[in-house]
């Protein structure tokens, strides 16, 4: 019997063994390693910045660059659409469209993985998970690939320690020999500043806060430079046009010292649609805004909104929030009849000014009529670090201590006939049914447009 007690245990010990072998292969494939869960994210969505001279102060390429920072990871990238958010993707997943082109924010489970690994210390894994390290074009390149012309602005000089400069720049001549259709553009300054001592952030690698450009006989308006803006990539059918012998012009420009004498230009990259192309909708840009902005001092949740009417139908295809330090959110809704129906909302961090474009089949398509109201949200408080002094009142102004609310959206006028086309093709790529709607497009629900020129009857694919 004593043997059997001592076979019986034996067993016991076994498969004692067994589960906790078990138990602890689980946790070894449950564990979240840089090489295996954070690398990915960080190559997809963090190192276009973090890495050696680009516009970050510190690098992520490498195990050894994220690991003295996992924990600060782990805060910003919590953050979510809040100022201070990593990355500075600021849009709120919860509410409106999601859907945009080049977006580089987290998803929740990304972001719980990131606290996991953070919390158990940021282990490295196994070096066979790491992903082939990204390859990146020089600082030199741009998003819209190499530019068919570039147009580079005269030099301003700012000293190390100087007041702010509004002001206008003379215009350069673009050199154009012949009418063309500008299919993108994006506008880069380059200074002297970068290799000299002082602030490694992005207000301090810079000078130029904002330029407001012109060119000469184009109709409508055209982007503003701003601060960490994206490239502007046009609706493919609504090409902007540059026309030959024209130049440009920048009639607002604001520069701010950024602790280092530094010389500085713009240069502004386009690309062009093919020679004979033209275009078939026109592009243009939509400001709402208002300047009846009152913040008072040590104030938080203070809101104000601006209103606006489409004259004709528009399909919206960029949303760009505007505002200024105190600013920490705004939110664009459109109400068409008795639907109200909010498009988007997002958070706001004045050190990035972000646009957000929509991919095709998500670009808001809003009736004549439609009635856009923005609303924006003000910090005028300690708690929020944009703030230079919260005991102030703030209220529109130039300045970044002052205040702004306005959204920037760029989009293109329809005819009657095009919106019915448009409306058509988003039921037939969205395979929606009678009575089905959309997100941004409160007629999708009808295979006929009522009230409109009869357009093609669209029958959902089977």
């Known amino acids: 019997m004593r043997g059997l007690g001592i076979i019986a245990g034996m067993a016991l010990v076994c498969s004692a063994g067994i589960v906790l072998t078990a138990s602890s292969a689980r946790a070894q494939n449950n564990e979240v390693t840089f090489t295996k869960d954070i690398a990915p994210i960080l190559q997809r969505s963090c190192q276009s910045c973090h890495r050696p001279d680009s516009v970050a102060p510190m690098s992520l390429l490498t195990y050894e660059d994220a690991r003295p920072f996992a924990k600060a990871i782990k805060e910003r990238t919590a953050l979510r659409h809040r100022r201070g958010a990593m990355p500075p993707w600021f849009i709120e997943k919860e509410i409106g469209i999601q859907n945009f082109k080049d977006d580089i924010s987290l998803t929740d489970a990304e972001i719980a993985r990131i606290a996991r690994w953070a919390d158990a210390g940021a282990p490295r894994g196994n070096p066979a998970d790491l992903p082939p390290a990204r390859v990146f074009a020089d600082n030199a390149s741009w998003q819209i690939g190499t530019p068919d012309l570039i147009v580079t602005s005269p030099a301003v000089e700012m000293k190390a320690i100087s007041p702010d400069y509004w002001g206008a720049l003379p215009a350069v001549p673009t050199g154009l020999s012949e009418d063309r259709y500008?299919?993108?553009?994006?506008?880069?300054e380059v200074n002297d500043s970068r290799n000299k001592p002082g602030r490694a952030t992005v207000g301090g690698l810079f000078v130029f806060h904002h330029a407001i450009l012109n060119v000469s006989g184009s109709p409508g308006a055209w982007p503003v430079h701003e601060v960490g803006r994206n490239a502007d990539i046009f609706d493919a059918q609504a090409g902007k046009l540059m026309r030959a012998g024209s130049t440009i012009s920048f009639p607002s420009v604001h520069l701010?010292?950024?602790?280092?004498?530094?010389?500085?230009?713009?240069?502004?990259g386009f690309k062009f649609h093919p020679v004979g192309y033209k275009p078939q909708i026109q592009s243009t840009i939509i400001s709402i805004g208002t300047d009846d902005i009152d913040i008072p001092g040590g104030a938080s949740g203070i809101s104000q909104s601006a209103y606006m009417t489409l004259s004709q139908p528009t399909k919206l295809t960029v949303f760009e929030p505007h505002m200024h330090s105190t600013g920490v959110r705004m939110c664009l809704e459109?109400?068409?009849?008795?639907?109200?129906?909010t498009l988007n909302c997002s958070g706001y961090d004045h050190n990035w000014v972000k646009t957000y474009a929509?991919?095709?089949?998500a670009a808001p398509l809003l009736p004549r009529g439609t009635i856009l109201k923005v609303t924006g949200y003000f910090d005028n408080t300690a708690a929020n670090k944009n703030v230079v002094d919260p005991r102030n009142w703030s209220g529109l102004g130039h300045r970044s201590i002052d205040n702004m609310l306005v959204m920037i959206a760029q989009g293109v006028n329809l005819s009657e006939e095009q919106f019915a086309q448009e409306v058509a093709g988003r039921r037939t790529a969205l395979n929606l049914s009678e009575g089905q709607t959309a997100p941004g497009c409160p007629l999708c629900a009808f295979?006929?447009?009522p009230g409109r020129p009869a357009g093609p009857a669209v029958r959902p694919q089977q």
């Open 182 to 188: 500008v299919a993108a553009m994006e506008i880069k």
């Open 256 to 268: 701010h010292a950024n602790g280092k004498e530094t010389t500085a230009k713009l240069q502004i």
């Open 334 to 341: 459109a109400i068409y009849g008795s639907q109200v129906e």
């Open 358 to 361: 929509y991919q095709e089949n």
């Open 447 to 449: 295979a006929r447009i």
